[in-house]
């Protein structure tokens, strides 16, 4: 470049360049940039702002050799604000330098962007719960959360990600990143026979599982396993999975890890369910046809989740298909079932309902006069999506259960369930996303003695905000905050005939206010986890308790006014650590602390609820409390597609509760003046082998464990047997495709038998044999085993046709087992051979051992069927 | 195969050994009426033997001396040899070779007499007992003791039925197993002896019935020992007043 040129630049620079920004700078209001083009290639938007405003750009033209036309429309007041939008369109960097600007190519590749949005189901529009999105060639992915959400933070420019979710088609993604993106990722299904086959196998990257993290029952495996009386049920489906175990047939309860009856918690959509039986136990009141993910924590548990000390059950329920109208529905001589799933608003709302009602009548009608069981349910879930950011649901679930005895009792039982959840999902932006929940659930218990009512009932309102917080790919938190409010009467009986006065029990208010963090920290093979939650738990007056001495005589009445009168402060850490030695095995190791501060007060150890009594913590119950430790290793064998995990754990429980011998709990004001306050010591081994892909799945579990439970004034103070020490738990549930439409499943199961106290003695009074026990749980029921079979057969030919249906033939106890749950020592047989207890007291009849047995050989029939229309 | 299917089975009894003594001993005020004690052995085994102790040594004492018990060899049992005198609190000494068991008692007091009712049974000869005021009355603990001779000269006793009431409700007690029916032929005649019962002492009747006739339905109690007010012994020393009705059916 000759002199004179450089001279003419410079001239030409110190001339335009500063009086315009000596004229931008004393007087920058009058000055405007504007510029407007449609479709101008970038050049020739360059010269063109040369010409106009005098503007020196200096660049290699190569920048824009391959560039598209652009579309700009800029104004501004200065000069420098102009060149950053001009930069922003043309997609470029300028740089003022030495009167020019400099013009160089965006590097997208040294920068960050986040890559976020919803997976959800192709066909139906439901969001999918923890399906896998990972950067092929970085390695790092994610989890979507339970609403389907994800965040991923990748580097700009081309990326190449697979999305991938159990029962789907993989999916491959390229993105160019230049900034951020919001995306709705659809994956398809894999083409099924039947629902709950996946025909072609995936093969699975163990350190993409969440497989340590709690326990998954599959709704579709679950609805896969034998059925009692048309329905397979939640509690039998728990039990199929590896240390839970069962109390007895046709029973609600189940154990986990040591835990009480009440140290289970079932929580749908959020909202806590305190009774999920139907019939005592034979049916629950979770639809599997309803539930789009189970979730169990016996360990690890998060912070956010709640307060029990053994295991959780999170379950959500399906949103409803957002594409097609279905209607479901399934017969059976027993139980009948119709379901409804349309879209409100195709693509933003759907509306999912469903009814059940029981049909017993016919089958009892053949047994005693007038005894009679029925039970009726009803779901009701709507969702809306507002726009990507905002979503709304709205879940209600009632249930109802009656059970009349009247050959020689004359009782009437009732129990219902009704909890509602409103939830509104909320994304900040592309790493931070919001649920807050507002829910209520109410449990109420009667039982109805001629013209007395007896009531129990439990309610409680709550709002919950949980915040997911995606930091980085290595690091998200979640935190938060709820508030509860528990109105408890734990009984009340009235008199419609107004006879004599009953004690009166008065109603608990308890209040409890929790504040969660949790961060998760997931590097390469390494996953940290650590959290604490705190809770803040009160007694509310106004109310009258009595404090206790001792001799667990009453000391004092206290009468509180109206606001708290009682508190606890309650910290729980939790923290747990997993190392994955390759693609194929990983470990964890775990501890947490545990609280809980509602507790279920049973003096029976009969398989059906008893008149349940719920009592909050207070001055007289200490919040019970749990430590566990625990380590599990997960192998992974792709080939086969099979995982195996083992665990060994240990658990220490306080402030643990019992009744005294023959507590008096029905209407008792001085309840707590029956209870008796000690420890339990639990651990065991699990091991579990599953296979869940293929024609043939299943699993094989088997678990060795330990309960043992101290109290200063039980046993006379010696250590015992709880009644869920069981040792030896072993399950396998195979399900097979033997033919394009006909699915085989089976379910074996084996138990040790619980510990009972069989009498060593007897003494006589007024013509009774009066047992004597020595050592608490002496002795153990017989090992309880049972074998299910069904069958079930599709009906239609298409698979993809608009009206399916099938036919399920189902055996429960295929064997015909005596699993007795009790044994007695008080009963005669006549001439009939009815068994009773005795009345005539001088006759010296023999009382006979027997046990009592619930369930035996039960076969049942359904036909389901389902039309869709888009 | 929905409904519980109970059925008799066979049973090892445990190989404990224990070796107890049973102390039954319910007296009462009504000093037109003896009253009686059973001292026996425990039994390892369901339907006994419960071996009576003869040679027992047996006292009572009330507020105007000892009374001494006799042994009966055809009931197997001990008769105080007088009644109760008109006393509060009365104590109990029995030895056993070196073994000496005492306790003590306060009156309880007794309410009148309930009404029983009596239900016939279909187009039989027989008449059923209804149970007493469904065994609750927030007001009074009582036991009802029904002696029931079916033929005239009613020299001997074919039944004898107890019925309880208690001022708390037991969940067991609320749904108990089926019992045998009491059936009684017409002519018979039935002495009704109400005796008041202590708080204590309905505890021990309430314990007692939860591990017996109340136990075996679909709700049940956690088993335990039934703990009494003879220290060192089984059963139960208790004083109270007892009304005395006699009728016949017809």
């Known amino acids: 470049m000759s002199i004179r040129l450089c001279l003419l630049r410079g001239f030409l620079f110190l001339f335009v360049f500063f009086p315009m920004s000596i004229n931008g700078q004393t007087d920058g209001n009058e000055i405007k940039y504007s510029y407007q083009c449609e479709a101008q290639l970038p050049g020739q938007v360059l010269d063109d702002l040369t010409t106009k405003y005098k503007i020196s750009f200096a660049y290699n033209p190569l920048i824009f050799e391959k560039r598209s036309p652009v579309q700009c429309k800029i104004n501004t007041s200065s000069e420098l604000e102009f060149i950053k939008e001009l930069a922003v369109v043309l997609e470029v960097n300028i740089e003022g330098i030495e009167g020019q600007y400099v013009i160089t190519n965006i590097s997208y590749t040294d920068r960050s962007f986040e890559f976020s949005g919803f997976v959800k189901d192709a066909n139906t529009g439901e969001d999918l719960i923890g399906a896998t999105i990972k950067n092929v060639k970085g390695n790092s992915g994610v989890f979507s959360n339970e609403f389907g959400f994800f965040s991923l933070s990748l580097a700009g420019g081309k990326q190449l990600l697979e999305v991938s979710y159990i029962g789907y088609q993989k999916q491959r993604i390229t ?63 728990l039990q199929s999975l590896v240390g839970i175990k069962t109390h007895s047939d046709a029973s609600a309860f189940y154990f986990v890890r040591g835990g009480q009856r009440d140290h289970n918690l079932i929580i749908i959509d959020d909202t806590p369910i305190y009774n999920p039986s139907h019939l005592a136990g034979i049916y629950s009141i979770v639809l599997p046809d309803f539930s789009k993910s189970i979730d169990i924590y016996k360990d690890d548990t998060p912070t956010y989740v709640g307060d029990r000390l053994a295991s959780i059950v999170t379950i959500r329920t399906k949103d409803g298909n957002l594409n097609k109208a279905i209607v479901s529905a399934s017969l059976n001589p027993l139980l009948n079932r119709i379901s409804i799933e349309i879209p409100t608003v195709k693509n933003k709302s759907a509306l999912f309902l469903s009814y059940r009602r029981s049909n017993y009548q016919w089958l009892l009608s053949r047994g005693p006069a007038d005894n009679s069981i029925f039970f009726q349910d009803f779901h009701f879930k709507w969702n809306y999506q507002f726009n990507p950011e905002n979503k709304l649901f709205v879940t209600i679930i009632q249930s109802e259960d009656r059970v009349q005895i009247n050959n020689f009792s004359n009782a009437d039982l009732v129990w219902r369930n009704a909890a509602s959840s409103i939830r509104y999902n909320h994304v900040f932006n592309s790493k931070v996303f919001s649920n807050v929940t507002f829910n209520t659930s109410n449990y109420r218990y009667t039982l109805g003695l001629g013209q007395n009512l007896w009531q129990s009932e439990l309610s409680s309102i709550s709002l919950k905000n949980k915040i997911s917080h995606y930091h980085t790919n290595a690091l998200r938190s979640y935190y938060g905050g709820e508030i509860h409010a528990f109105f408890n009467a734990p009984g009340k009986l009235s008199n419609t005939s107004g006879g004599s006065a009953f004690p009166e029990i008065d109603d608990d208010n308890s209040r409890k206010l929790a504040a969660f963090y949790q961060t998760v920290y997931s590097k390469e093979r390494l996953k940290l986890k650590a959290g604490l939650r705190y809770v803040f738990w009160a007694n509310a007056g106004p109310n009258i308790y009595y404090t206790f001495d001792s001799n667990f005589e009453v000391a004092d009445t206290i009468q509180t006014e109206q606001g708290i009168y009682n508190y606890y402060n309650r910290l729980d850490p939790r923290i747990s650590i997993e190392y994955a030695f390759n693609e194929t095995s990983k470990i964890k190791l775990a501890y947490g602390r545990y609280h809980q501060y509602l507790q279920l007060l049973l003096n029976s150890v009969s398989p059906f609820t008893a008149l349940e009594i719920w009592l909050p913590s207070g001055p007289n119950i200490e919040p019970q409390s749990a430590d566990q430790y625990s380590a599990s290793f997960m192998h992974h064998v792709p080939k086969a597609n099979i995982h195996f995990v083992s665990s060994v754990y240990y658990k220490r429980m306080d402030n643990q509760i019992d009744f005294k011998d023959h507590a008096i709990t029905f209407l008792n004001p001085l309840i707590e003046g029956e209870l008796r306050f000690g420890k339990a010591r639990a651990y065991g081994f699990e091991c579990s082998l599953d296979k869940r892909v293929g024609s043939l799945q299943g699993g094989l579990n088997y678990t060795y464990s330990r309960v043992f439970r101290s109290f200063p004034d039980i046993n006379e103070g010696k250590a015992f047997r709880a009644f869920q020490d069981r040792p030896h738990d072993f399950s396998a549930a195979i399900q097979y495709q033997a033919a394009e439409r006909l699915f085989l499943s089976s379910y074996f199961t084996f138990q040790t038998g619980s510990p009972f106290s069989s009498p060593i003695g007897y003494f006589p009074l007024n013509g009774l044999q009066v047992p004597i026990y020595g050592e608490k749980h002496n002795d153990r029921l017989p090992n309880y085993r049972r074998f299910d079979f ?8 298409d698979p993809m046709a608009a009206f399916q249906h099938s036919l399920t033939f189902s055996i429960y106890n295929a064997l015909g087992q005596l699993n007795p749950y009790a044994i007695k020592f008080n009963k005669v047989a006549d001439e009939d051979s009815a068994i009773q207890v005795p009345s005539n007291m001088l006759e010296t009849q023999a009382l006979s051992p027997t046990q009592v047995s619930l369930i035996r050989f039960y076969p049942s ?9 888009s | 195969m929905l409904i519980a299917c109970e059925e008799r089975i066979i049973w090892t009894d445990s190989p404990t050994q224990i070796d107890g003594i049973n102390i039954q001993a319910q007296i009462h005020a009504n000093s037109h009426y003896g009253n009686q004690i059973f001292v026996n052995q425990v039994s390892e085994s369901l339907n006994g033997p419960f071996e009576p102790i003869s040679d027992a040594v047996i006292s009572v004492w009330d507020a105007f001396g000892e009374i001494e018990g006799i042994y009966n060899e055809t009931t197997g049992s001990y008769f105080l040899e007088s009644n109760i005198m008109d006393s509060d609190t009365i104590t109990l000494s029995v030895r056993i070779d070196d073994q000496q068991f005492e306790s003590q008692a306060i009156k309880a007091t007794v309410r009148p007499l309930e009404t029983i009712r009596i239900d016939t049974i279909g187009n039989t000869d027989s008449v059923r007992i209804a149970r007493l005021d469904d065994g609750f009355d927030p007001q009074q603990n009582a036991m009802y003791k029904l002696s029931v001779a079916y033929d005239a000269p009613f020299d001997s006793l074919d039944a004898i039925y107890y019925y309880y009431i208690f001022n708390t409700l037991d969940i067991n007690q609320i749904l108990r197993p089926p019992q045998e029916p009491s059936i009684i032929p017409f002519g018979s005649r039935i002495v009704i002896e109400k005796y008041g019962i202590s708080e204590n002492h309905a505890n021990y009747l309430r314990s007692a019935l939860v591990e017996t006739n109340w136990n075996g339905n679909i709700f049940y109690s956690a088993n335990a020992n039934v703990e009494g007010n003879i220290d060192g012994a089984f059963g139960y020393f208790s004083y109270s007043e007892m009304l005395r009705d006699t009728i016949l059916i017809e």
Request: glycine fraction near 8%; hydrophobic fraction near 40%; charge should be positive.
């Open chain 1, 790 to 797: 069904s069958a079930k057969l599709i009906l239609n030919k």
């Open chain 1, 861 to 869: 029939i359904s036909y389901k069927f389902q039309f869709s229309k």
């Open chain 1, 175 to 237: 993105l160019d990143l230049k900034q951020d993106v919001r995306k709705t990722i659809l994956l398809s299904s894999e083409l099924v026979r039947l629902p709950s086959i996946i025909v072609k196998p995936q093969s699975r990257n163990i350190i993409d599982e969440e497989g340590l993290e709690k326990l998954e029952l599959s709704p579709s495996f679950l609805n896969g396993l034998p059925e009692f009386g048309g329905q397979s049920g939640l509690v039998k489906g």
